[in-house]
């Protein structure tokens, strides 16, 4: 299993869930947060405003998904997230050792 950490644009959140909804992604949280990377303040246009910052508003998405589907959820995210200008994001991928549903205590794959 994976756990993918995607940081994206707040005004791509809609597009990324719907595309990862046709891939079939059952779950994901979702988490308002604030950040910088390379730009480090510089001036930015935000939903067609000029301004400038050092923590700008992104949104981290949260998934765990199996071997299988984590490539597709990946490529999902990098596509749909994109809008080829600086501050896109990014994708972290992590190895996911354990899973356990609360309700009914199913592990690995099936608590997913």
Known sequence: MKFIIAIIKPFKLDEVRDALGTLGVAGMTVTEVKGFGRQKGQTEIYRGAEYSTNML???????????????Q???????TAS????GD????????????RIRTGE???TAL
Not at 73 to 79: A, T
Not at 89 to 100: E, N, P, Q, T, Y
């Open 73 to 79: 959820i990946i490529e999902s995210i990098q596509q």
């Open 57 to 71: 508003p992104k949104v981290k998405i949260e998934i765990a998904a199996s071997d299988a589907l984590a490539p």
């Open 83 to 86: 809008t080829e200008a600086i």
């Open 89 to 100: 994001g990014k994708i972290f991928v992590m190895d996911l050792a354990s899973a356990v």
């Open 107 to 109: 592990a690995g794959d």
